[in-house]
């Protein structure tokens, strides 16, 4: 059973910075390419960034620069470190397979606001 579990969300204010984590199980992490995806209020979810098994990463135009992902793959778990946060980032976050499996997590939380 694939258990996505991310953490690491709250409030900050514009320019700060945030580190969210997911952990993940019923998956062979390490073969796969995972990305962190993110749902503005009223918006449709999309992808913010992805990094595949050996570790090659990519970024949407509106966080390269600011947004690093990385992975453990010795413990399952994938980062997101956030840096120089803008309001237009608050979303919940997601992890997931990239492509997504048909699995989502519960997300967390990002508010940047002053």
């Known amino acids: 059973q694939v258990r996505l579990v991310e953490s690491g969300g709250g409030l900050v204010q514009p320019g700060e910075s945030l580190r969210l984590s997911c952990a993940a199980s019923g998956i062979v992490f390490r073969i796969y390419a995972m990305g962190w995806y993110r749902q503005a209020p009223g918006k449709q979810r999309e992808l913010v960034a992805t990094i595949t098994s050996g570790g090659s990463t990519n970024y949407a135009d509106s966080v390269k620069g600011r947004f690093t992902i990385s992975r453990d793959n010795t413990f399952y778990i994938l980062y997101l470190q956030m840096n120089s946060l803008k309001p237009e980032d608050t979303a919940v976050y997601y992890c997931?397979?990239?492509?997504?499996?048909?699995?989502w997590g519960k997300g967390t939380l990002v508010t940047v606001s002053s």
């Open positions: 997931n397979e990239d492509p997504p499996g048909d699995y």
